[in-house]
């Protein structure tokens, strides 16, 4: 069984669904608790594999929602998530 076999019919396509990334008109307060709590938790994920590296990166990416100082939105890490995963699926940048 493939990977694609594996997902849901909706989510079985070689283009990403856009409709599923969030509202980037959500609105996130700044709020320095929240983010120094996801940021200890990016560090504590944070390891030697790569998987625990891009835990790491989402969770710190997803604190920069509360960082007064940072302009992303929900869909900017959506998509830059899901376009890292597609990479890493598709065996990386370089095809050496």
């Known amino acids: 069984m493939s ?3 594996e997902l849901p019919e909706e989510l079985q396509e070689d283009e990403p669904d856009w409709e599923m990334a969030p509202d980037s008109d ?3 307060e700044p709020d320095a608790e929240r983010r120094e709590f996801l ?3 990016a560090e504590d994920v944070y390891g030697d594999s790569s998987e625990s590296k891009q835990l790491s990166a989402i ?6 929602l509360y960082d007064p100082d940072e302009d ?5 890490i959506y998509l830059n ?3 890292i995963m597609d990479i ?5 940048l370089r095809k050496d």
């Open 3 to 5: 990977e694609d076999e």
């Open 26 to 28: 959500a609105e996130f």
């Open 39 to 41: 940021r200890g938790i």
């Open 59 to 64: 969770l710190y990416r997803v604190s920069d």
């Open 72 to 76: 992303t939105s929900p869909e900017e």
């Open 81 to 83: 998530v899901r376009h």
């Open 88 to 92: 890493k699926a598709k065996g990386g």
